[in-house]
């Protein structure tokens, strides 16, 4: 529970599908898959926050051509034994050798192509020749077939995807992502997309060009390219995929509004989706998509090499965890101890990191920046919450009197509540502007306080109890600073206080 902050009640709330992370299976999980999934799992609890009944779907790449590539690259290179060994490391390394022998025949097409734009001559008949061989051909005729439900593809599509899920599910488990289901390209039904396919045709959308479907974006209004609906030999496209992806999932979970917590890169992708629903008398449904878009470019490629595993993500932020140094050693001892929390202090480092960074900004990854208890980091954070629960354990929060509440008139106390009492607005606020920093310094500027006020109140007796009046201010510090945490994503490492009924909520 992160609290409730909208005005809508539950038998009247509103359903949001938002879609995160969306890996592709034959690659490595990218920074941009990283950044997608953190940000749409503090979205889908903004939404849980304002009354939303929230259903999160992790929209896979498990189909299509790198799907078909990957298997002729395994008839080249697949080993059972090293595929036994180390399955998800194997498909890696298998993708990149079949990647590498594709190069020169993917260089020559696209040579063919500009030629074709400058001349304007043959058609692309040229580009047509290269593709009908080699790898090129080995490739497309084995989409045909895993399309067509060829029962060797299928079994191999079903094996690697399977594998891949297998192992993100134990990765989202680490960084505490759930999701409602584990969808992808390859579970569209192919009815749906001949049904948007007819829709397009009759409408006079979409038109036949060299033998594929495609649509002129300029025709329906929009500067957005060409759209290729249908490819020469017939197979889906990513574009016809996810048109059909939003028919059934309007269909099967009528939503009021779908975030699709993408990457930049897929800006003019998310474009044409929307102008071709558009032109398809589709606008109500098109007008309640929304794309949250973000920098694509990531260090963590250039931190991590080639070939690493989504687990390798979180290793790396844990090893960097040793580095706290002895400067850190109190803080560290207030949290529980290096051995103890490494983990939690990794992940809460991690998220903060990915959170306090704004949408267009390049994303960070920067393990060397996350052994660090400074100002607004997750281990900082984490510190903070222990220390108050500390501090609040046995402490008597009984009816306040009057002297009790002269202390919180005080300036520092008086400012401390002041900056709890804007916690409903940070949250409302980032609800709107969908950019989670904001919650980060709000946190940042709770803990800069609560330092304040505690430093006044350690010039006397460390271990004396405090008074009614500031154990009450600093339960309401931690309460705001848990739910704060949690709705960034972060598990608190200390342990709750007793749970009481009266609990101050703010708002
Ligand atoms: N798999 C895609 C990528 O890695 C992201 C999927 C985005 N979602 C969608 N509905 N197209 O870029």
Redesign the pocket.
Known sequence: MVGNYGSATSNESRRLVV?LS???ITSEFQGK?LRSTIIGACIGRLYEAMGWDVMRIN?L?DWGKPIALLYVGWSRYGSEEAYEADPVGHLLEVYHKIEEDFKPEQAASKAARDEVAKEGEDKGEAQAEIESKGIFAERNEAFKKLEEDDEKLVAFWKRVRDVNIDNYTKFYERLGVRFDEYSGESQIKPETMVEVEQMLKEKGISEESGGSQIIHMQNIGAKAGTAIIRDRSGGSTYLLR?LA?VLERSRKHSFDKMI?V??S??SV?FTQLTKVLEAMDMKELADKLQHVKFSEVSRMAATLGKGYKPQGILDACEEAMTALSEADAEKLEVVGGLDNVKEGLATSSLLVQELSTRLTTTHAYDTGAMASFKLGSGPDLQYWLAKLRRLLKGADAAELSDEDYEVLAEEDPANLLRILAQYPEVVNATYHSLEPAGVVTYLASVTEQLAECLSEDAEGDQDAKVTSGLAALYEATAVVLENGMKLLGLAPIAQSLPERADTPVMG
Do not use: F, I, L
């Open positions: 879609e969306s890996p592709n898959h929209y790449g996810d992806a699709y993408v990457a890169d897929n992708h």
